[in-house]
């Protein structure tokens, strides 16, 4: 299986878990994830935005500070502009925050219901499978040398049939390449392979 498969496999599984929404963010670096999934409502996720909350959420501020999770009721950190109360006038009354991995390169998650307090078994298999997603999502050390040179021509604005008589290749064993690297890189496209692997200074 792959890796993007792998990561929807994880993602169908804790659907069930966030009836009101999720949001993840893997491998938080500099400030931002290398990836993000989210399915809260578009209402909130305008209103969260508009809001500025992500400079203010105390569950993220939480997420930094340990790993773990905790129940948003629960939250010892301050919550000065009511971010949790203006989620629950959106249906989102009861969530949990999950943190897992070293600060450098930390993923931080938000899992909210309306009905009712997650129970600690739910919470112990959301925590396993975040941790799953986290692991599987873990930026590669390096690349081949073919799939450097690869993303190398296209970032100098090479055209693949160009790419490969440079690289003294068929145009065939170029795409290959590239391939390769989408798949090391978890990237849907190669512009987003090449953007990812000038972030983990692997050019």
Excluded at 70 to 92: E, N, Y
Excluded at 95 to 107: D, Q
Excluded at 151 to 166: W, Y
Aim: with cysteine; net charge neutral.
């Amino acid at each position: 299986m792959s890796a993007r498969a792998e990561i929807s496999a994880l993602l169908s599984k804790l659907g069930p878990f966030a009836p009101k929404g999720y949001f993840i963010g893997l491998h938080i670096r500099f400030a931002a994830p290398i990836m993000q999934f989210q399915t809260y409502d578009e209402a909130w996720a305008e209103h969260y935005s508009a809001k500025a909350y992500a400079l203010r959420d105390p569950t993220i501020a939480w997420g930094f500070s340990t790993n773990g999770a905790i129940r948003w009721s629960a939250m010892p950190v301050p919550d000065p502009f009511d971010i949790l109360g203006d989620a629950a006038k959106f249906g989102m009354k009861y969530g949990v925050a999950l943190s897992v991995g070293p600060l450098s390169s930390r993923t931080i998650a938000g899992m909210t219901r309306g009905d009712r307090e997650y129970n600690d078994s739910e919470i112990e298999e959301i925590s396993k499978l975040i941790r799953q997603l986290h692991e599987i999502t873990e930026p590669p050390e390096s690349l081949t040398r073919a799939q450097i040179e690869a993303l190398r021509c296209i970032a100098e604005g090479d055209r693949h049939a160009a790419a490969a008589a440079k690289l003294g290749i068929t145009e065939s064993a170029f795409k290959a390449r590239l391939i390769s690297a989408r798949e090391r890189l978890m990237a849907r496209t190669t512009a987003e392979a090449l953007q990812r692997a000038k972030e983990y200074r692997l050019l």
